[in-house]
Every structure is written in structure tokens, then in C-alpha cells.
């Protein structure tokens, strides 16, 4: 009886050594999927700084063609009458 008591004393000890060792790998874990979240929230940020310069330049670009498009047709008009 003496026995079961101290395989089960062993048992315990060793579990909850295991425990420890799970609950500090999930802690590592933890860290570094937050450090990866971070960066990526980083990355999002840049990207969207990019992407918010790209839509200006390309408003600019509409603005000048649409300009462009207007002299053209006022061009095809005057010829146009003149013809």
C-alpha cells in the first residue's frame, strides 16, 4: 500500500512539472504571436501609407487627363467650326 502511495506521490510530481513546462511553452508562444501581430500591424500601417500616396497620385493624374480631354475636345471644336 505503501507503494501505490508513493507511485502516485511520483505521478503527481511529474505531472505537475509537466504542467509547468506546457504553461511556459504556451507563454513563449503567447510572446511571440504577439510580437508577429505587432509587426504586422506595422506592416498594415506602411501599407496603407502606400496605398493612400498611390490613390493621390493617381486623383492627380485623373485631374490632368480630364484636363487634357477638355482641351482636346475645345481643340476638335475649334476645328471643327473653322472647317
Known amino acids: 500500500m505503501k507503494y501505490i502511495h ?3 506521490a ?3 510530481f511529474a505531472y ?3 504542467s509547468s513546462q506546457n504553461e511556459e511553452r504556451r507563454e ?12 504586422l500591424k506595422v506592416l498594415k500601417g506602411n501599407m496603407d501609407k502606400s ?3 498611390l490613390n493621390s497620385v ?3 493624374k485623373d ?3 480630364k484636363t487634357m480631354q ?6 476638335q471644336k475649334n476645328m471643327n467650326e473653322n472647317k
Open 63 to 65: 485631374l490632368e487627363m
Open 16 to 18: 505537475g512539472c509537466s
Open 6 to 8: 508513493v507511485l502516485f
Open 10 to 12: 511520483l505521478f503527481l
Open 51 to 53: 496605398l493612400d500616396s
Open 28 to 39: 513563449q508562444d503567447l510572446k511571440k504571436i504577439r510580437r508577429t501581430v505587432d509587426s
Open 70 to 75: 477638355n482641351q482636346l475636345d475645345s481643340l
Open 58 to 60: 493617381s486623383r492627380k
